[in-house]
């Protein structure tokens, strides 16, 4: 069972993701974390990508696909994955989709954490950390004690810049432009599966397991 997970950040695929790799016991396969192992292990696909990071450029979709395309090679991979943080754009769909085909295979399902722009706002801008112990809380969902104050070890909670209103509009613009028409291209692939991400965690997973075993 090989997943394509997309909905605009703060929307819980990451979460999701997560479920769904341990339920199916496969691999959750985040971009991130391969860009990072293979630097840190030094192969060459690693060191071709740290040429671009290091100069602050984003990686060819070239390049991520076939450092991708390395990973799910491996012997894990075999059931399946769940991929987390890519494509994000329609090269790299494309790009992807061939490179798959070209192994005789598929991408099975892709499943869009569909959540209001409002929804995500609320939720990441409601987001509390302690700078001196980097305790974390939210301030509907899972408040400190005292207003403000870390439970832990009595610092004053900060927001950060990646949680306020300005930014996470910012990085949802972004995601409107680059990756909303990935939804368009895997329904058309008829792989695409939308769940109701505003729904308590349990059941967008609930709702992802129907999908997938429908």
């Known amino acids: 069972m090989k997943i394509i997970m997309l909905g605009a950040p703060g929307a819980g695929k990451g979460t999701q993701a997560k479920l769904i790799a341990e339920k199916y016991q496969i691999p959750h396969i985040s971009t991130g974390d391969i860009f990072r192992a293979n630097i840190k292990e030094g192969t060459d696909l690693g060191m071709e990508a740290k040429e671009y990071m290091d100069k602050g450029q984003l990686v060819p979709d070239e390049l991520t696909v076939r450092i991708l395309l390395d990973r799910v090679s491996k012997d894990d ?14 090269p790299q769909a494309e790009v992807l989709d061939n490179e798959v085909a070209k192994l005789g295979d598929k991408i099975d399902f892709a499943i869009d954490v569909d ?41 004053e909670l900060i927001i950060r810049d990646d949680d306020k209103p ?49």
Request: with cysteine; net charge positive.
């Open 77 to 90: 991979c075999k059931r399946g994955y769940v991929l987390d943080g890519f494509p994000r754009t329609i």
């Open 115 to 155: 959540v209001p722009d409002e929804n995500i706002i609320r939720r990441m801008s409601g987001r509390r950390c302690c700078p001196k112990c980097g305790a974390t809380y939210h301030i509907e969902h899972i408040p400190p004690k005292k207003e403000g104050v870390c439970d832990v070890c009595g610092s």
């Open 166 to 214: 300005e930014t996470v509009k910012s990085r949802l613009d972004v995601y409107h432009k680059q990756t909303q028409p990935l939804i368009d291209h895997y329904s058309k692939l008829n792989i695409l599966r939308t769940v109701d991400g505003t729904q308590d965690m349990q059941d967008v997973f609930d709702a992802i397991v129907k999908h997938l075993e429908a």
